[in-house]
């Protein structure tokens, strides 16, 4: 007989998480299995049931408020905080941000470091990772003709939530300004790969000739070369000379006077 195969609550490509990190979340038993952990995550509350289950006297469950709303998001990630600082447990600002504003691949970044925390192992290739919340690697999969311009890549990289929770105008403009900069960091690559398509010239630097260094021999020949400049140089030096020493004669006029003119 066949029995086909169930499916489990987490997989490995949808979430983005390791196979041992989706083992350990099914063993916790939390109340309701995350299916974008982008979006699940975001709130703090399956982050402070993570929690519980090794302090539970830390974190009531009934102090936390599973909703979206950003005011309830800042509410359950301060207790989280106060939470982290009173057991002096270090996680990055910049993760914990990305990962309230939904940023993609901050929850995935947060949930393996929590495992590490609180399991005390390790997983290949979290450490030193590059801390990078931009849909970079996104627009990388797609054609040209379908990547974001500057005011699509704001859009993608700057939330409404930021700018609500950070109400400073110019804590924006310079995220904005960091956002343009990628962007045209990205145009410039493109152009540099694809010459063609954007009708890229190549410049006279370029066009010219690398000639290699010149060999011993080549030395030799260079010699002979400077040797029979020279020579010729010599040789035209009397010429100058024959040149320099004509003598020039002097013509003298006579102009007739005007009176005998004006007689005529």
């Not at 057991?87 to 910049?94: D, G, V």
């Amino acid at each position: 007989m066949y029995f086909p195969a169930i499916r489990s609550p987490f997989q490995e490509k949808e979430t983005g998480l390791p196979r041992e990190v989706l083992k350990w979340l099914q063993s916790l038993d939390l109340s309701f299995s995350p299916k974008n952990i982008r979006r699940d995550f975001s709130n703090g509350y399956l982050v402070a049931e993570m929690f519980s289950w090794y302090y539970h006297e830390d974190f009531p469950m009934h102090s936390y408020n599973n909703g979206t709303s950003l005011p309830t998001k800042q509410g359950n990630w301060a207790q989280i905080e106060r939470f982290l600082v009173k057991q002096n447990i270090h996680l990055q600002k910049e993760v914990l941000d990305g990962t309230i504003h939904c940023k993609p691949g901050a929850a995935e970044l947060l949930v393996q470091e929590i495992y590490t925390i609180l399991t005390n192992r390790r997983i290949k290739g979290i450490q030193g990772r590059e801390i990078d919340f931009t849909d970079r690697d996104y627009q990388d999969q797609l054609p040209m003709l379908a990547r974001a311009t500057a005011s699509k890549a704001i859009k993608n990289n700057l939330r409404l939530t930021e700018v609500i929770a950070e109400p400073n105008i110019s804590t924006n403009q310079r995220k904005v300004q960091a956002i343009i900069h990628m962007h045209l960091e990205q145009r410039a690559a493109e152009r540099v790969q694809n010459p063609k398509r954007f009708n890229v010239k190549p410049t006279l630097g370029e066009l010219a000739v690398r000639l290699p260094p010149s060999s011993h021999h080549g030395d030799d020949s260079s010699d002979g070369n400077t040797s029979v400049q020279s020579g010729t140089a010599k040789s035209c030096e009397p010429s100058i000379r024959s040149k320099a020493s004509v003598h020039f004669k002097e013509i003298e006029v006579h102009q007739t006077d005007r009176r005998s003119l004006i007689a005529i």
